[in-house]
């Protein structure tokens, strides 16, 4: 969980579909729904590199937009609240590990409200975060602010009080927006990440909600409503069918006996990387 390079994942997971088939389209933009008496059977989008609309036509269109949800949804079941999405933000801060000094992983409490954080080495560098404030801005442009840097310096300098935390020693900052399902009378952080699936009148399918850690569980529910809905033929699968390695996965022994043999002449921090981020992958690079 803390040590996955999130868009690294992404990126097998799009590779690994389109072995298996998929097709996978970049740089296109949603415009709206194609229906028949009133159902969905496709959609019409819009090429951005060549500025140029096309449709895309299918037994069953679903909807994994995650915070953008509730610009797709037209029609919400009765059960179903509306929004459905409560986005909440959360960011990260680097640091050089050299500034902080930690040897290990730590969870952490905020000396302000006593949410739980994470302090990550990764490396030479140390990962810290995350916070959890309700979003109401631009959903494509979340960012690190002053506010959002102080709170998670505060608790690091409580556990580290020698640590040396000036702005200029951050290396970066980043920010997400977790898709949370709304639920009345609750914070931010005691909102539940699990995921919900509904069908619309319209025929829409929508998952949202859940996160990055559970999307195989979220990918194989859905499997599961489209099974009990009988809308294809032959698609039964076994339980937890994508419990199973990454195609492009690479034992570290594998990768040891291909450094052995054919000795390259990189950094150790490099041939390091390689293999972490790329797998097999690594042996073409």
Avoid at 51 to 62: A, D, P, W
């Amino acid at each position: 969980d803390t040590n996955v390079d999130d868009a690294r994942l992404v990126l097998e997971s799009i590779k690994e579909s389109i072995v298996n088939g998929a097709d996978a389209i970049n740089y296109v933009e949603f415009k709206s729904f194609i229906k028949e008496d009133g159902k969905i059977f496709g959609i019409k989008c819009l090429d951005l590199e060549k500025n140029i609309e096309f449709e895309i036509k299918g037994k069953q269109v679903v909807n994994a937009t995650g915070i953008w949800t509730d610009q797709i949804v037209e029609k919400y079941p009765e059960d179903i609240p509306k929004p459905v999405i409560r986005p909440t933000k959360g960011v990260h801060l680097v640091f050089p590990r050299e500034k902080i000094k930690n040897n290990n992983a730590l969870i952490m409490r905020s000396v302000d409200d006593n949410r739980g954080m994470f302090l990550v080495p990764r490396g030479n560098f140390t990962l810290i975060g995350t916070t959890d404030t309700d979003y109401k801005d631009d959903l494509d442009n979340p960012y690190c602010t002053k506010e959002d840097a102080d709170y998670i310096i505060r608790a690091v300098k409580y556990l580290f009080p020698d640590a040396d935390l000036k702005y200029d020693n951050i290396i970066s900052t980043f920010a997400g927006i977790r898709p949370l399902v709304m639920q009345k009378g609750k914070s931010e952080s005691e909102l539940s990440r699990d995921h919900l699936i509904f069908w619309s009148d319209d025929g829409l399918l929508t998952i949202t909600g859940g996160k990055l850690t559970t999307y195989r569980k979220m990918a194989e529910d859905l499997f599961k409503k489209l099974i009990k809905h009988k809308m294809f033929k032959g698609i039964k699968r076994k339980k937890n069918f994508s419990r199973q390695k990454f195609i492009i996965g690479l034992e570290k022994s594998e990768w040891q006996e291909f450094i052995e043999t054919n000795n390259p002449k990189l950094n150790q921090d490099i041939l390091d990387y390689l293999y972490q981020q790329y797998g097999h992958g690594a042996i073409k690079i």
